[in-house]
Nanobody, 115 residues
């Protein structure tokens, strides 16, 4: 059973920074694409950033230049560095592991951007 555990969420002021982590319990982590999604109340789920097994990253236009996704395969963890956060970044952030027939999602971590 694959488990994904997100952490690092919380309350942050506009313009501040936060780093989210997604730790996976899988025997081989490096082969999977990891995606961060977010969902705010009343909104549809939105892709935030993704990183492939080769380390190639893509971002939603709304976070380009502010967020950075990275992975540490030895620690089986993916990070989302969030800088210059805005109130509209407020949402529950989920990570998803996919590929090779697998598709798993974590429970999410709440990020609230407010002064």
């Amino acid at each position: 059973q694959v488990q994904l555990v997100e952490s690092g969420g919380g309350l942050v002021q506009p313009g501040g920074s936060l780093r989210l982590s997604c730790a996976a319990s899988v025997s081989i982590f490096s082969i999977y694409t990891i995606t961060w999604y977010r969902q705010a109340p009343g909104n549809e789920r939105e892709l935030v950033a993704a990183i492939t097994s080769s380390g190639s990253a893509k971002y939603a236009d709304s976070v380009k230049g502010r967020f950075t996704i990275s992975r540490d395969n030895a620690k089986k963890t993916v990070y989302l560095q969030m800088n210059s956060v805005r109130p509209e970044d407020t949402a529950v952030y989920y990570c998803n592991l996919a590929g090779w027939g697998a598709d798993y999602r974590g429970q999410g971590t709440q990020v609230t951007v407010s002064s």
